[in-house]
């Protein structure tokens, strides 16, 4: 069995990769390589950067409390079930 979340866990590529680093390139497994790429990989992750950025530049005052956040294994993924984040709400103009 193949454990995919480990794809880009390796700390021969990476410093810390236990940590949580959105500034960190990755190759995105889940997208596969070569001639199986997926063709809409390029536009998924254009919108999730556009998506995280737009709502990281209309809050203020933001911070990710490191100490809670708590990751969901299984034998296949490993994805966050908590990402406690803290901020001041903005008022629509």
Sequence with gaps: ????????????????????????????LSFGGGITNC????L???QSKIAVNS??????????????IYWKRNIVLKCLK?????FTPWICP
């Excluded at 193949?2 to 995105?28: C, G, V, W």
């Excluded at 908590?82 to 803290?86: D, E, G, I, S």
């Design 55 to 68: 709502l990281i530049q209309r809050l203020d005052n933001w911070e990710i409390n490191a100490d809670k």
């Design 44 to 46: 998924a992750i254009v």
């Design 1 to 28: 069995m193949l454990y995919i979340a480990s794809a880009n866990h390796d700390p021969m590529q990476f410093n810390n990769p236990e940590k949580l680093d959105f500034t960190r390139q990755i190759f995105f």
């Design 82 to 86: 908590t990402l406690p984040v803290k």
């Design 39 to 42: 063709l809409g990989d390029f």
